[in-house]
């Protein structure tokens, strides 16, 4: 009989066995468990054969072969020359297991199915039906943005190599009760000391230094070995709360970007945002580490 250490055992060592039976062909598994659970031993081990089982019709000798090997991965059958040895402890021992990751691949699955929002920001100059038509089947690019930000309960992480004052005035008072409510916000630009950009970011951090939690971040410096010759980036993102939601898209944050060009972006949930807020947590901590030797990194209060 399985004791409890050795059913520890088999957890970490064969359990890949049954996750991938439930992950590829769960309702045999879920009718084959529910047999097992339906007969109740007294005491002890019980010796049955598939045909003491009531199984699904059509039910494939290989469909049948691989439940029991999944199920012997787990210590919950032995078999012998056709006949098979229920164990009922370990089945007892397994049933929060087992559900458990029933849940956890649901929940993988329902993360990996939701479907990306298509948003675009449309011209106000161009004609109303080609507008219609640029529009259709598109969110509002500003808008998604504006609800993405109202709704970081955590922390936010902005990036655009451009600013201009116009967004920086519009989505100021929204940055500012979200850093009044304990949102940490951090924004990632190309520069901060010259240009109009660096010049709009000066002006945010100005107007928002009594909040705690803001901190901007710059990434540009003279690269010999880049084509171009600096080091940077082009990307522009909005992520929150460790990738509950996320924006990809061509808009800078910048009047032209939010609002005079016509420009395309997708809202991601689920693992697909979790993965852009990676990716830019560890930029931000490459900026951060290296942020002497390439002239980048947190920008001081002016």
Not at 13 to 18: A, E, T
Not at 200 to 224: H, M, N, Q, V, Y
Request: aromatic share 6%; with cysteine.
């Amino acid at each position: 009989m399985v004791t409890g250490s050795t059913w520890k055992g088999c957890r970490r060592g064969v359990s890949k066995q049954y996750t991938a039976a439930v992950a590829c062909m769960r309702p045999v598994m879920d009718a084959v468990e529910h047999a097992l659970a339906g007969i109740h031993p007294e005491r002890g081990a019980v010796a049955l054969r598939r045909t003491s089982l009531t199984l699904p019709v059509g039910l494939s000798d290989d469909q049948w072969e691989a439940a029991v090997l999944a199920l012997e991965s787990l210590g919950i059958l032995e078999s012998h020359q056709g006949v098979y040895t229920l164990l009922p402890e370990s089945l007892a021992q397994t049933a929060d297991y087992r559900r458990g990751l029933r849940q956890g691949l649901d929940e993988d699955l329902r993360l990996v199915s939701r479907s990306p929002v298509l948003a675009a920001a449309v011209p106000v100059s161009i004609s109303a039906p080609i507008a219609a038509s640029l529009r259709a089947g598109f969110a509002d690019l500003r808008a998604e943005l504006v609800n993405l930000m109202a709704a970081t309960q955590e922390e936010l992480i902005l990036a655009s190599p451009f600013w201009d004052a116009e967004t920086v005035d519009d989505l100021g008072e929204l940055l500012a009760r979200r850093l009044a409510a304990g949102v940490r916000v951090k924004i990632l630009c190309r520069g901060l000391r010259s240009d109009a950009s660096g010049e709009a970011l000066r002006a945010l951090s100005k107007r928002l230094r009594a909040s705690s939690g803001l901190e901007i971040f710059e990434w540009f410096s003279p690269d010999a070995e880049d084509a171009l010759g600096s080091s940077t980036f082009h990307a522009k993102i909005a992520v929150a709360d460790g990738g509950t939601r996320a924006y990809v898209g061509s808009a800078n944050f910048t009047i032209s970007g939010l609002r005079s060009r016509y420009e395309v972006g997708v809202l991601l949930e689920g693992v697909q945002a979790q993965r852009i807020w990676e990716a830019m947590a560890t930029i931000l901590k490459s900026v951060a580490q290296r942020c002497e030797s390439l002239h980048f990194g947190r920008a001081d209060h002016p």
